[in-house]
């Protein structure tokens, strides 16, 4: 039997095995811990980190009615993502979860995102 990580990490492989990232549209990777979320920018076909947001760069996590600390977090992080995504003139990305499942954090990241004007 698997272990979760080793699952996460097959489905991550099976996901950019069909999705990769260039300059016009890079590929918003998600990296969620237990305590912390990340997300960052990424052009493959220069290997190169466009744009990186965290949860820890911000300087306090503002709690939203109806969603808890790290979801609401997680959802400042992918409008400040999309803020600084922005000021460099990238406007679509393709979604990479990560291997996670579309629910919670990773949602609230996208759903953020979305709201400050990234179109996936």
């Given amino acids: 039997m698997l272990k979760k990580q080793e ?3 097959r489905r991550h492989k099976r996901l950019r095995a069909r999705i990769s990232g260039s300059m016009e549209k890079p590929r918003l990777c998600v990296f969620r811990s237990a305590k912390h979320i990340q997300a960052q920018l990424i052009d493959d076909a ?5 744009v990186s947001a965290g949860d820890q760069e911000m300087k306090a996590h503002k709690a939203k009615e109806g969603m808890g600390k790290k979801t609401s977090s997680a ?22 979860r990560g291997g996670y499942k579309y629910q919670g954090r990773v949602r609230a990241l996208a759903d953020g995102a979305r709201e400050a004007g990234l179109k996936f």
């Fill in 46 to 50: 220069a290997g190169k980190t466009l």
């Fill in 75 to 96: 959802f400042e992080v992918g409008k400040l993502l999309a803020k600084k995504a922005l000021e460099k003139k990238i406007e679509r990305v393709v979604f990479d």
């Fill in 7 to 9: 699952q996460r990490l």
